[in-house]
């Protein structure tokens, strides 16, 4: 094995721990990626296009971004590659042809190659920041975007995409579909952030009581069930919710007839039929 082909199996190696959903397909000679454009942060920008008539009311409507669709960058590893030339670019587009000209992000790519270094890493990254649509004048100073004249924009990848992607099977063409529309690390991702959000609602629900001045999560770990919120400083009960009078919160656990009589404190007692224990007297403090 040459020192070029070791240098290239290391390489290819690095790139599918730090990118593996990005590879299609992989092997020594050729390289094929799908690489998502993702904004480091959501950017407000005025849409184009070229192919609309004159001033269209349309024209120029504002809309925020995080994501841009795929471009699909199929590479060929000649012999010579890394020490003596670069990785050959057989083919460069993006999905919904959104990208003006593929031939200018090739020319990017190549003159990016410093001779004896391996440079597929930084070109993933460098499509993947979106740092290119800066240094090829994509985004202009106001905030405007290029977009292609021959396809709409593609629909926004929502809550209602990333719930028709998890209800497919895995492997399905349906599923397939939406991965090569929206891009199929755009979609893992969003559905990590879909799982992530949702298991911290539903521990939000289970673990903790929203204050009701101003709704913001509250958790206890030990002490009573009179709380005070460090953010409006409302009163409140946190077995129930109620708001409780700053001057007498202690009324709402020794007044009968209330629905946490005696229930200043909580145990986990199994004799008690909802788990809680009734505390006939205390001291307030």
């Keep these: 094995m040459t020192d070029n082909q070791l240098l290239v199996e290391e390489e290819l190696q690095v790139l599918e721990s730090i990118y593996p959903d990005y590879i299609l397909e992989s092997n ?8 998502t454009v993702e904004l480091d942060t959501p950017r407000a920008v005025s849409v184009f296009t070229n192919n609309l008539p004159v001033n269209p009311p349309d024209n120029g ?32 587009h993006a999905t919904h042809s959104w990208l003006p000209s593929g031939a200018q992000l090739a020319s990017l790519l190549t003159g990016a190659w410093t001779e004896g270094e391996s440079v597929l ?20 100073h106001s905030g405007h975007i290029w977009h292609g004249p021959i396809s709409a924009c593609p629909k926004s990848v929502t809550l209602t995409a990333v719930m028709e992607y998890l209800d497919l099977p895995e492997g399905s063409p349906e599923r397939a579909a ?25 521990w939000l629900q289970n673990s903790t009581t929203a204050c009701p001045g101003c709704s913001v999560p509250v958790e206890k770990s030990v002490g009573c069930n009179h709380m005070k919120c460090a953010k409006c400083n409302q009163h409140f009960c946190y077995r129930c919710g109620a708001k409780l009078s700053a001057s007498n919160p202690y009324a709402h656990f020794s007044t009968g007839g209330s629905k946490c009589y005696g229930k ?10 909802d788990g809680w224990q009734r505390v006939e007297w205390f001291e307030a403090l």
């Design 61 to 92: 409507s504002s809309i925020s971004l995080s994501y841009l669709p795929p471009i699909i960058l199929s590479l060929q590893l000649p012999n010579g590659y890394p020490t003596d030339c670069p990785p050959i670019i057989a083919s460069l």
């Design 121 to 140: 890493c930084y070109w993933v990254e460098l499509v993947r920041s979106g740092e290119f649509l800066d240094r090829l004048h994509l985004v202009d």
């Design 28 to 35: 020594p000679k050729s390289v094929q990626l799908e690489i």
């Design 264 to 273: 200043l404190f909580d145990f986990n007692n199994s004799s008690e039929e």
């Design 178 to 202: 939406l991965e090569r529309q929206f891009g199929r690390s755009t979609l893992l991702k969003l559905v990590k952030e879909y799982e992530e959000e949702k298991s911290t609602v539903e």
